[in-house]
Nanobody, 126 residues
């Protein structure tokens, strides 16, 4: 059974940092595209960052470029999202997701992703 489980989020002050992790089971990450998404109340789910199956290609939403970093530990089968310089507008439920793809690219659109974690709340507030 393929599963993705996010770590707990939390409450962070503006300007602070937080690292989310996404643990995969039932499959190895280097065969899948992995993405991070977020959804704020009343808004559509948006792509934050993604990583190709090789890890060689990454992409970021303009709103998080320079502040968020996606990375992967193949030995632990975990993908991370390091978030720095957090802003109140980063407040959302964050999801990791994955899908199998032959090509070594990734996507920020949620539509091709077939496996989703349960989501974790990140709140940026003073």
């Amino acid at each position: 059974q393929l599963q993705l489980v996010e770590s707990a989020g939390g409450l962070v002050q503006p300007g602070g940092s937080l690292r989310l992790s996404c643990a995969a089971s039932g499959f190895t990450l280097d065969h899948y595209v992995i993405g991070w998404f977020r959804q704020a109340p009343g808004k559509e789910r948006e792509g934050v960052s993604c990583m190709s199956r090789s890890g060689g290609h990454t992409n970021y939403a303009d709103s998080v470029k320079g502040r968020f970093t996606i990375s992967r530990d193949n030995s632990k089968n975990i993908v991370y999202l390091q978030m720095t310089s957090l802003k109140p507008e980063d407040t959302a439920v964050y999801f990791c997701a994955g899908f199998s793809l032959q090509f070594d690219v990734c996507a920020l659109s949620p539509s091709p992703y077939t496996y989703w974690g349960q989501g974790t709340q990140v709140t940026v507030s003073s």
